[in-house]
Nanobody, 114 residues
């Protein structure tokens, strides 16, 4: 049974930091590209970052230089370190496994507000 479980969200002030984690089970984690997406209220879900099996990373322009995606294959976990957070980063953050079928986590809420 495939499971993706996100954690680490919360309320943070502008300029603050959070680290999201996505622990996975039920498949060979090291064999798949993993991604973080987010969805703000009233908006479509959007890709934030992805990391390939070889560790190649890519980010959407609005988070470049502030967010870092990483993975620990020994722990079957993908991370998203978010620094210099802005109110526009407020969203539910989801991790996703690439490939078919698609698997999503349940999401974790990130709220950036003073």
């Amino acid at each position: 049974q495939v499971q993706l479980v996100e954690s680490g969200g919360g309320l943070v002030q502008p300029g603050g930091s959070l680290r999201l984690s996505c622990a996975v089970s039920g498949f060979t984690f090291s064999s798949y590209t993993m991604s973080w997406y987010r969805q703000a209220p009233g908006k479509e879900r959007e890709l934030v970052a992805y990391i390939s099996t070889r560790g190649t990373t890519n980010y959407r322009d609005s988070v470049k230089g502030r967010f870092t995606i990483s993975r620990d294959n020994a722990k079957n976990t993908v991370y998203l370190q978010m620094n210099s957070l802005k109110p526009e980063d407020t969203a539910v953050y989801y991790c996703k496994r690439a490939g078919f079928p698609v698997y999503w986590g349940q999401g974790t809420q990130v709220t950036v507000s003073s």
